[in-house]
């Protein structure tokens, strides 16, 4: 009885695992999807006891009869049945596929730094050199001038990245709407097409049930030292998020986990990987505190940052009320005393920072490129939005912000056998990255979703419309967006974030926003705060807000209307799944229609100096532990 019980336990929550694959004929992967059955007694070759879906998939790959498998469980324990045919699949409590039989497909590896605002960066024009790498990353693939996130924040921003659908379609507004098991993302996608996912740093997008649907590993391997607050608290800059530095070298792992992540993913690349493989690395990038290890802290001087890119001046009159010095960020975070150079200090230890992700990224770079798989391994280099950094005197984010230093990100790719040296200069959405990467490894989605392959500039160099818009959305309009769903975790007068909880929590404190912009000109559209329209080819900096100009009249009242257009044609989206309108019988057994598909063995396989007895352990945390 016990031992059945043991059995049930691992039926709601299972865990299973990917073996190497047993077959010289096929790559041993398997196109898979969940909840799906096959029911065919006259094609099935044979059914067996099988541990994990890895070992069904390998049995079917390593038998040459064998066209499709189906994975269930029973009371006696989990079964594999293989066919000699790809029959139809109905609904149902299995785990079904087929090897995969076509042509070899790439590798990616995805280097996703929070926080990297594209005009810090010397690739886009900051005239220090901030980016070495990326800058010489760059001329080996292709660039894009104007890629925008379609949301300021981490969570609704990466939501819309790996769904391909804006915000608003299925409320994603805050940090704490996770994309759930139901609802199809691009991670899924490329796992159930074959794909061994190994997510190495921050969560901010997946709910906790849909991770073993869409990644076969992952751990919380993310962080650098920044040192300690440079202000005590109760002083003025306490909250301004800068730091005193570390005393911690550059190539210290063990404090810095972003250094860590890259080295992980290289130890795992140079292990006979299961191909092909998609690496997630999702770092802290140049996310606050303003702090970074010794080498990159100090190397950027505010002196010399003034007289080359002067900052943002602070309380603009025609900006919404969280510019204000008098009641929004500056005045919230009690900065408004502090002196200029402090300003030019913080956006110094932030391109700090930023160089030393870019140290980062090189370091990844030069790993694939030695390795066996680099030729076959493509590499995309891009964030999940900006930062103020010292810029109207205001530092970090702000969630009904659309300003360019926040939407503006980085996007840099390179493909295998792709165009080498081009910059894009159409604008582009960061959700048409992944629709690029599952283009490119050729699977074939039904789902709804907005986003746009860029196959044909990643590939071609051809460039892109040039007439497009792009648009991103944020703010609050609901109670509950903010209490108990967005500002829940800030319980302390000494948490850097409580200035800017209770900012959001003053009345129409971060009022709902939605963004259209072009190459000449950029609308933000906010019914119940002060509205923007910029002429970006007279103004590209943002500094004057000709909304209410008679001048621009005509201008706004089109920009209106077509970014009413766009709120009604992308407003919701009808899932594939129908529902029998008839009633049920009476009553209903509830029903389990997804297994949990967590390749853990093969975790432990590729790297025993990391698991198990580490001297260098990982750090777990946030993100749901891989057993």
């Not at 299973?16 to 992967?29: E, F, K, M, N």
Request: aromatic share 10%.
């Amino acid at each position: 009885k016990k031992k059945k019980k043991k059995i049930m336990g691992c039926f709601l929550v299972l865990v299973l695992a990917i073996v190497l694959p047993i077959s010289a004929l096929r790559d041993g992967t398997c196109i898979r999807k969940s909840a799906m059955c096959t029911h065919d007694s006259a094609g099935r070759i044979s059914s067996l006891p099988m541990k994990t879906v890895g070992d069904c998939c390998s049995s079917c790959a390593g038998n040459k009869d064998c066209a499709s498998w189906t994975f269930y469980w029973t009371e006696n324990g989990m079964m594999c049945n293989l066919f000699d045919n790809q029959g139809a699949l109905v609904p149902g409590n299995c785990t079904s596929g087929h090897p995969y039989d076509g042509p070899k497909r790439p590798n990616f590896v995805y280097f996703f730094p929070d926080t990297i605002r594209a005009e810090s960066m010397s690739l886009y024009g900051h005239p220090m050199n901030t980016t070495p790498n990326i800058d010489a990353f760059a001329k080996t693939g292709v660039h894009f001038a104007q890629a925008h996130v379609q949301h300021t924040q981490c969570s609704p921003s990466r939501c819309a990245q790996l769904s391909g659908r804006y915000m608003h379609v299925l409320g994603h507004r805050t940090q704490t709407h996770l994309i759930q098991p139901w609802e199809p993302n691009y991670f899924r996608e490329l796992k159930d097409a074959g794909y061994y996912v190994l997510w190495l740093g921050k969560n901010d997008v997946l709910a906790v049930d849909t991770f073993p649907t869409s990644a076969s590993e992952w751990h919380e391997v993310i962080g650098i030292d920044h040192g300690s607050n440079a202000y005590n608290f109760g002083e003025a800059g306490y909250y301004s998020f800068l730091s005193t530095g570390a005393n911690v070298s550059k190539d210290d792992a063990k404090q810095n986990h972003d250094l860590l992540a890259v080295q992980t993913a290289l130890q795992f690349i140079n292990n006979n990987p299961p191909e092909p493989f998609m690496i997630f690395l999702p770092g802290i990038g140049a996310h606050p505190p303003y702090g970074a290890p010794r080498e990159f802290n100090d190397m950027y001087k505010p002196n010399e940052i003034k007289a080359k890119v002067p900052l943002r001046p602070p309380c603009n009159p025609s900006k919404p009320r969280f510019h204000s010095c008098s009641e929004g960020i500056p005045y919230f975070r009690n900065l408004t005393s502090l002196p200029e150079d402090t300003f030019y200090k913080i956006n110094a230890v932030y391109l700090g920072m930023i160089s030393y992700m870019d140290y980062i990224f090189g370091k990844l770079v030069e790993g694939i490129d030695s390795s066996s798989v680099g030729s076959n391994t493509a590499i995309v280099m891009s964030s999940d939005h900006g930062d103020f950094g010292g810029d109207y005197h205001m530092v970090e984010k702000w969630p009904g912000s659309l300003d360019d230093v926040l939407s503006h990100v980085p996007l840099v790719m390179r493909v295998p056998g792709g165009a080498k040296g081009v910059r894009i200069q159409a604008p582009v959405q960061s959700f048409d990255i992944m629709e690029t990467l599952v283009t490119l490894a050729g699977v074939n989605m039904t789902w709804d979703r907005f986003a746009k392959s860029l196959v044909p500039q990643v590939m071609q160099g051809t460039e892109g419309d040039l007439r497009a818009f792009v648009y991103s959305e944020g703010g609050f309009f609901f109670h509950n967006e903010l209490f108990p769903n967005g500002s829940d975790h800030v319980n302390s007068v000494q948490n850097l974030y409580w200035p800017r909880a209770e900012e959001e929590m003053t009345p129409n404190g971060s009022p709902k926003a939605a963004m259209m912009r072009n190459l000449t000109h950029k609308i933000v559209l906010r019914p119940l705060g002060v509205s923007e329209l910029y002429d970006l080819q007279k103004d590209p900096r943002e500094l004057n807000n000709v909304y209410l100009d008679p001048a621009y009249t005509a201008l706004r009242v089109e920009m209106t209307q077509l970014l009413a257009e766009w709120l009604v044609q992308t407003g919701d989206i009808t899932p594939l799944a129908t529902d029998p309108r008839g009633l049920p019988k009476w009553p209903a057994p509830a029903s389990m229609h997804m297994y949990m598909d967590v390749d853990v063995a093969r975790a432990r396989a590729w790297s025993p100096s990391l698991f198990g007895n580490a001297s260098v352990p990982l750090p777990q945390g946030k993100l749901p532990d891989v057993v």
